[in-house]
């Protein structure tokens, strides 16, 4: 990794963009907001990235966050009256 944390926490960031994307993508199949739940996640991940320990599993760590914003963005949905499919069949 690189000396310097933030730059390393970028590199790693960069390096997931394409899986965190996906991930959010399908768990919001056909949902309004599924672009602003991925800059909602970033933005998270970015605030929380002190929390983050240098070589452990980002990727699960960061699909752990996505999914916590994701289920927020359903919750949000259903309080605004939004049909969404239940969790059970998601």
Not at 58 to 64: E, I, K, N, P, V
Request: net charge negative.
């Amino acid at each position: 990794m690189d000396a310097d944390p933030d730059q390393s926490f970028v590199k790693l960031l960069t390096e997931h963009q394409g899986v965190i994307c996906s991930f959010v993508i399908s768990l919001l199949p056909g949902v309004p907001g599924a672009d602003d739940v991925i800059q909602e996640v970033n933005t998270l991940l970015w605030t929380k990235r002190g929390q983050f320990e240098l070589g452990t599993n980002f990727r699960a760590w960061a699909l752990t966050i996505a999914r916590f914003q994701v289920m927020a963005h359903l919750r949000s949905l259903k309080q605004r009256r939004w049909v969404t499919l239940d969790q059970d069949v998601a």
